[in-house]
Structure formats: structure tokens, C-alpha cells
């Protein structure tokens, strides 16, 4: 969903757009009913059983909960924010108010150097955002517009960037890209004149685990499933520990503390099913159903085919070539210099200043050697498809260049 509205051109020199409203509207109805509810009660209107037994102090805590309500209701239904980009008079005015604007303030676009998308990750409840932001000169930014669709968020980016006159910042992926003001729109394959390059000629890894197929109209890749390294090893020391080290140990336990047979082999028999034949038999299952997984990747003149297979389900997303905005790779050096950056970008000065602009602490990158590659990331209208997550880093760069070697070659 969007946290705000899209811009509209409301005037030849002039952007609006209004946030609050709709859903959040319906959202603050039961707080404001609540709250005068609660009110009501208090002083004395709505009557109840066993108002004679409610201390005194109840009566002041009820009052203050009815005013709290009755607030977050009135804000969350009534409230609005009303944004204005006026290049006439280089201004953006901001007015806040219920209903109608009742206080603002206009912040000069001078302020401001360039039209920026990030990516906000979410958790297990809240899905990923991409905030579009003008970035200020100071490190004070003002963020316009958002989405959980990357395709609405760059859309909106672009629109404002062409109003204003402002270079756009594509933060979203690994691979910052800046769009000069005059490049912005003009043919669909903008960021790939701005997107990282790489030798056309890429070395083939020694151990390449994706198969890659020559086809009349570009190229086919399939990549098999690969599991995390650390998940392996740790379903294969957990039964070896039981089973070379814990289970011989106990087993004179038992004899020295003279506990019955019955007991101590009703005890290892729940050691060996729960922590050794349980793990192998995850273990071999995860194993085959690697080998009837994976992801088919068909890339041609007219679309990119993504057919991603899990045992016996699919599924597909295709990506006409005309929607394809840009293309991105993401390897585990890469990640932590993104995170880095976006650590750095998010602090401004302020942690420039602190960490006196070193490098990334050693730590960060012993942890880089645990974490997985996120593979290659097409960007398009419909949003941000990955595929390849988990493959070594020479072979996440081998694949790219071939992508994106197929798709320029298409344009």
C-alpha cells in the first residue's frame, strides 16, 4: 500500500499531492468512538451500574483515556498533509490540518540536490517500502512518496525529477545509479547507461553449478537450488556431536549411576531418533529436493521468463521487455558495502564525522563470508525480481554480464 498519495500537476508550474484520508480514516473511527464513549461516561451522561463503587482516581483515568482516544481518533480520520512542489517560486509548501490546512511551512527547493529511491526492508509483518526523498544539501531529507511497488515509487521518482529539475538517485539495489535531469524518461533503457559496468568478456568460473543454453532468441540459464553452507554443516555436525561424542559419554553415566536399563535405553533411543536419524533424514530430504529445484531463467528480445521450481510446485513471473527499468547484481562484497553506504547515507555527516571516514570494521567482513549473495536483480514496472540467490560470487558476476549482455543486445 502507499503511505502517500501520487503527485498530480495541478497547474502548469505546480505538483500536489494529499496524504491522510482513506483507509486511515476508516482506521480512526473506532478511536474517536471509543474515547467519546469513555467521555461520556465520565461526565456522567452515560450511566453506570456500579459507578458508586469506581474510585475516585478511575474516574480521572477514564477521563484522560477518553481524551487520548478521541485525539488518535480525530487525527487518524480528519487529519491531513497537503504537499505542494512549486517551481515558479522554487518552494515546497507543506500544510498540515483536519480537514482543511490550518498550519504549513515552505521550504526552499534550493536546498535540495537530487530525487532519491530507497529501499526500506521490512520484517515478518511489515512488507518492504521504497521511499522516494529529496535529498537535502545539509542531510535533512523530506520524504514525498511510498510504496511497496517499485514500479510506482520509480515512477513517481521520475515525474518529480523531470518537474523540478533534479538528477534521480536509484538507491534501491547495491548498485547506486544516477539519471541526469535530461536522461530522465527519455528511452526505456535509461538505467542501463548509468548501471555498473562490467568486462564483456567475464571469466567462466571453474566450478560454474548453472547450466546455460544457447537459444534462437537469446539465452537460457538454469540454476539449481543451492542450500545455505552454514545450514549443511550444522545438520551435519549436530548428529556426528550426538553420535561421536554425547552417546558414548552417557552410556558409563548411566552404568556408574546404576539407573535401570528400561530408563537409560529408553533415553538414548529418544538421543538417537530426535538428534541423529531426525537431521539425517532432514538432511537427505533437503538433498533431494534441491536436485528437483531451481529457477529457469529464458531471456530474450521480447521478455525475461523467471521459472522458479520447488519440488512439485512453480512459479512463474515474466517481464516484457518494455516494462525492464534496469539490472542489478548483488554479491556478498557487495552487500556489506550497501549496507556500509546505507548505514553512512542514513547518518549524513554526523557518522562521516564519527568513524572519521574509515572502512568497514574487520568484523564486517568476517561476517560477509557467512552471508549469501542476493544473485541478480531485475528491475522493472511490476517491481524487483531476484533469482540466483546463494551462488558464489564469481558466478553471480558471470551470469549478470550474460543478462545484461542479452537484454542491451535486444534493445
Known amino acids: ?35 467519546i464513549f469513555m467521555i461520556l461516561i465520565a461526565i456522567g451522561i452515560i450511566p453506570l451500574e456500579n459507578q458508586n463503587d469506581l474510585p475516585d482516581w478511575g474516574w480521572i483515568i477514564m477521563t484522560l483515556m477518553g481524551i487520548i482516544f478521541t485525539s488518535v481518533g480525530v487525527t487518524l480520520a480528519l487529519g491531513r498533509t497537503w504537499v505542494t512542489l512549486d517551481v515558479t517560486r522554487q518552494v515546497i509548501q507543506k500544510y498540515w490540518g483536519l480537514l482543511v490546512p490550518m498550519r504549513g511551512e515552505e521550504i526552499s527547493l534550493i536546498e535540495f540536490t537530487a530525487v532519491e529511491i530507497h529501499l526500506r526492508s521490512g520484517d515478518s509483518k511489515t512488507s518492504d517500502q521504497f521511499p522516494v526523498t529529496l535529498k537535502g544539501r545539509a542531510g535533512k531529507d523530506i520524504q514525498l512518496f511510498s510504496s511497496i511497488e517499485y514500479g510506482k515509487s520509480y515512477d513517481q521518482a521520475t515525474v518529480i525529477a523531470k518537474f ?35 568486462s564483456d568478456d567475464m571469466p567462466k568460473p571453474i566450478s560454474l553449478q548453472s547450466q546455460i543454453e544457447e537459444i534462437p532468441d537469446g539465452k537460457r540459464i538454469t540454476i539449481p537450488l543451492s542450500l545455505p553452507k552454514s545450514l549443511r554443516v550444522i545438520e551435519i555436525i549436530i548428529p556426528l556431536i550426538f553420535l561421536i561424542i554425547i552417546i558414548p559419554n552417557i552410556i558409563p553415566f548411566f552404568r556408574r549411576a546404576n539407573t535401570p536399563d528400561n530408563i537409560s535405553d529408553l533415553f538414548i533411543a529418544f538421543i538417537v531418533v530426535f538428534f541423529i536419524l531426525v537431521p539425517v533424514i532432514r538432511m537427505i530430504l533437503a538433498f ?16 525475461i521468463l523467471i521459472v522458479e521450481k520447488r519440488g512439485s510446485g512453480y512459479r512463474t513471473n515474466i517481464i516484457a521487455a518494455g516494462d525492464i527499468i534496469g539490472i542489478d547484481y548483488s554479491t556478498k562484497a557487495s552487500l556489506i558495502k550497501f549496507s556500509h553506504a546505507s548505514k553512512k547515507d542514513y547518518a549524513g555527516e554526523q557518522y562521516a564525522s564519527a568513524t572519521g571516514g574509515y572502512p568497514p570494521p574487520k568484523w564486517l567482513s568476517f561476517l560477509s563470508k557467512l552471508a549469501r549473495s542476493k544473485g541478480i536483480t531485475i528491475k522493472s514496472k511490476s517491481g524487483l525480481h531476484t533469482f540466483g540467490t546463494g551462488l558464489p560470487d564469481d558466478e553471480v558476476l558471470y551470469i549478470y554480464s550474460i543478462v545484461k549482455k542479452t537484454i542491451e543486445g535486444a534493445r
Open 1 to 35: 500500500m502507499e503511505t502517500s498519495k501520487p503527485f498530480k500537476q495541478i497547474t502548469p508550474d505546480q505538483l500536489h499531492s494529499k496524504q491522510g484520508g482513506g483507509c486511515l480514516s476508516i482506521f480512526g473511527l473506532p478511536f474517536f468512538a471509543a474515547g
Open 164 to 198: 523540478i529539475h533534479l538528477p534521480l538517485e536509484d538507491h534501491s539495489t547495491d548498485h547506486s545509479i544516477t539519471i541526469a535531469t535530461d536522461q530522465i524518461g527519455e528511452k526505456p533503457k535509461e538505467l542501463f547507461d548509468s548501471t555498473v559496468r562490467l
Open 288 to 303: 533431494r529436493r534441491s536436485r528437483k529445484s531451481g529457477t529457469v531463467v529464458t531471456v530474450s528480445s521480447s521478455q
